[in-house]
């Protein structure tokens, strides 16, 4: 048994001369997290396998400098927004008023645009300790950040549990109406960072509906049986065992499952297992879907933690979120946050192992 610890150091300067803070949690089993202001995002997660040795499940950087170049920096551990995913064209109306975004993945913006709140540094804090050591990070987005209308208020509360779970609860608030919609992108590879690809991982998502994509990646509208298809994972099966025999999903998956019961409780969206290892992560969440992306832009050219290449499939992301392109989806529940509201969404990440 462990003593529950957070120790913070300095982990690098930006580009623009902005220390950059981070922060290493260890629970009382000896789970040990790394976090860092920039982007709020995680760099590290030790976890046990069955024989208890650790090993670190999420890619990234030994150093700040890959973190800050959006070339080498596919997102690694990063919160996301205003708007997590695709935004068609980058546009959208929001009470009979037009808006675009900046594009930064032309012709359509992506995780909040050109500098989203990934792309930022945060202010953090400790945060309580009742559940495990936690950090809170919070940011002041301001009105027309990146063309989103009103001035946002985030806050992002990281807690490593004394359950061996990776706990994150989001807050939002605005003094405009505006579509926020948070998202957490760790990469995580159940047999070690850097230790091959993750098609042998066994995962099971708890939904029968997809959402259809055009070739351009966006959501067509529809929310379809995901029975029949590649992307049916109802019951345990390997990511990669049908990328070979199915030619939509030959590259891997990048698409959205909208979940069976979205009632805003706290749900088990996925699981995730690692045969060799014994690890299992569980994705639980209170958002109404989970986005599957299988790292197939890696492609072997960015050198991550310890020099580790990065190849095709080297981690996969289980991001709980609402729909992309919610906002111009009228059939998607609404991602709109209105002055006086406040926006919630708490996603857990539970690991174990057998």
């Not at 024989?51 to 150093?63: K, P, R, Y």
């Not at 009979?96 to 540094?121: D, E, F, I």
Request: aromatic share 8%; net charge neutral.
């Amino acid at each position: 048994m462990n003593l529950p610890s957070l120790e913070k150091d300095r982990f690098g300067v930006t580009a623009d001369g902005v220390a950059v803070d981070r922060y290493t949690l260890r629970n009382a089993g000896g789970m040990m997290m790394r976090l860092i202001t920039y982007g709020a995002a995680v760099t590290e997660l030790w976890v046990p396998d069955r024989h208890g040795q650790m090993a670190d499940v999420v890619l990234g950087f030994d150093e700040l400098k890959p973190y800050e170049d959006p070339a080498s920096n596919p997102y690694f551990g990063a919160t996301v927004g205003r708007v997590a995913f695709r935004i068609t064209h980058g546009r959208f109306t929001l009470d009979g008023r037009a808006y675009q975004l900046t594009l930064n993945t032309p012709p359509h913006h992506l995780h909040g645009g050109v500098r989203g709140l990934s792309r930022c540094v945060w202010q953090a804090e400790p945060g309580p300790a009742t559940q495990g050591p936690s950090v809170r990070f919070s940011l002041l987005s301001p009105d027309g950040d990146q063309g989103y209308p009103g001035e946002l208020k985030v806050a992002v509360l990281y807690t490593l549990t004394h359950e061996n779970e990776l706990r994150i609860d989001y807050t939002a608030t605005t003094d405009r109406p505006t579509p926020v919609n948070l998202a957490h992108h760790s990469y995580f590879n159940l047999a070690g960072a850097g230790s091959g690809d993750v098609l042998g991982h066994v995962l099971q998502i708890e939904t029968g509906s997809y959402t259809p994509l055009d070739e351009k990646k966006i959501p067509t509208g529809q929310i379809a049986s995901v029975g029949g298809t590649p992307y049916d994972f109802r019951q345990p099966t390997p990511i990669g065992a049908r990328m070979k025999s199915h030619a939509e999903v030959a590259d891997g998956y990048d698409l959205s499952y909208p979940l069976d019961r979205a009632d805003s409780t706290l749900r088990r969206a996925a699981t995730l297992s690692e045969p060799n290892s014994g690890r299992i992560m569980e994705v639980w969440t209170t958002q109404p879907a989970i986005v599957l992306y299988t790292g197939n832009y890696l492609d072997g050219s960015i050198r991550g933690k310890g020099g580790k290449v990065y190849g095709k499939h080297a981690g996969v992301c289980l991001e709980t979120a609402h729909l992309p392109d919610s906002v111009n989806q009228p059939n998607f529940p609404s991602i709109i946050l209105r002055p006086g509201q406040t926006y919630r969404h708490t996603c857990i990440y539970r690991f174990s192992a057998h």
